[in-house]
């Protein structure tokens, strides 16, 4: 069964930096993209960046939020990161990861892509 455990999450002021963690189990990173996503208040959900390696031995990344935030990946812990910077009160948000098994590349922030999602965790950046 695979699952998805977000941490990491909290409350933050403005300029300071979290790193959220994707714990995965049931698969193995040998094949997989994991991707975050955020939700705020009143809005739609939106992709953030994505990291995966195809069954081949490519690895592929895409990041929409170019700078600030930085995917990562250890595979000996099953785990992926997000390194948030110089955060701002508009990244306030509820943050997902998402699973696909087995990765068709490229990375892509299409919802409908991902069969497996994590619980959420929140990000609450003070001004």
């Known amino acids: 069964e695979v699952q998805l455990v977000e941490s990491g999450g909290g409350l933050v002021q403005a300029g300071g930096s979290l790193r959220l963690s994707c714990k995965a189990s049931?698969?193995?990173?040998?094949?997989?993209?994991i991707s975050w996503f955020r939700q705020a208040p009143g809005k739609a959900r939106e992709g953030l960046s994505c990291i995966g390696r195809s069954d081949d031995g490519d690895t592929y990344s895409e990041d929409s939020v170019k700078g600030r935030f930085t995917i990562f990946a250890d595979a000996a812990k099953n785990t992926v990161f997000l390194e948030m910077k110089n955060l701002e009160p508009e990244d306030t948000a509820v943050y997902y990861c998402?699973?696909?098994?087995?990765?068709?590349?490229?990375?892509?922030?299409?919802?409908?892509?991902?069969?497996?999602w994590g619980q959420g965790a929140q990000v609450t950046v003070s001004s």
């Open positions: 998402a699973a696909e098994v087995p990765f068709v590349p490229p990375c892509t922030f299409v919802e409908t892509t991902y069969d497996f």
């Open positions: 049931g698969f193995t990173f040998d094949d997989y993209a």
